[in-house]
């Protein structure tokens, strides 16, 4: 089967609850992790630090620490398990029995207004950043922000100057619509976004619209399309899924689509995921569902090739 790369998951949550005995749910270790990985063949993954609202304020720099330590460990811990630091650590990518792993900032809320920390990050393995969650922080406004027109503040502007010195990918999920182009007319390093469908196809905050994709692709940069069913919206089921890509497709090309999953049925009580699209179980469907419309080397470009092609050229 086809390997995919995923630019967008939150399993470091469930394998955080392996380490903390006040966890209410037994979570699940990367090795478990991968053997469900396995059933949909996706051999690489963006390991998303995201900060649970119960962390913020006070101690989202902790629960980061905490999950990049988590991340590091597990990984340490596996011999088919890699740390992606730099581009020549995925060229054997698909071609051997291992996992790819990237380190991502899902919201740079850590940092605070301490651009020191952005090297602390690094130094310990982040190599993505995106810049908002959907909320406000100092450096941007998300999109749960839309209201107050608000972009990049100087702290931001700042940041960016630091995250394109050190070689580090900007994420431009979830940010504000003015915060994006705020990034895209101030800092010329790579962009993407790892997990954004289009509001062309359904008018949803969180997507991105036919300019915000365009100005992506414009820069070389990917889209990753994600499963979410208020993102997807339509019946809500593979099909609609479909929409999107295609739409994508025919904007941008197919050398810019990819995936960010963002599978979270693990995360949630009685979360219900997209009809025939819920888990990585189901990706044998997708790609089954994909050599209909396109071929197989246009799938491979957009299960893994383009994620690959795009994190490896830019990761110093």
Known sequence: MIPIFDLHSDILIDISRTYTRTSHKSGKSLDEWQAIMKCGNVLGRVL??????VYKPGNTLKRALDLISIAKREIKRLN??????????????GSNEGFYYVISLEGADPIYDDILLLDVFYNLGV????LTWSTRNFIADGVFESRTRGGLTRFGLELLERIKELGVIVDLSHISDFGFWDVIENFDGPV????SNSRTVHDNLRNLTDEQAKAIAERGGIVGLNVIPNFVGLNKDLESF???????????????VAFGFDFVYYIYNDYKGLNGLSTERDLPKLISRLLE???REEVEKVCWRNAISFIG???K
């Open 48 to 53: 998303s630090v995201w900060i649970e609202e």
């Open 80 to 93: 088919n398990a890699i740390l992606v630091l730099n581009g020549k650590d995925l060229e054997k990518f």
């Open 127 to 130: 190599r993505l950043i995106t």
């Open 192 to 195: 993407m976004a790892s997990h």
């Open 242 to 256: 479909m929409k999107h890509l295609e739409h994508f497709v025919d904007i941008i090309g197919i050398d810019h």
């Open 293 to 295: 419309n396109y071929t």
């Open 313 to 315: 050229s830019n990761l």
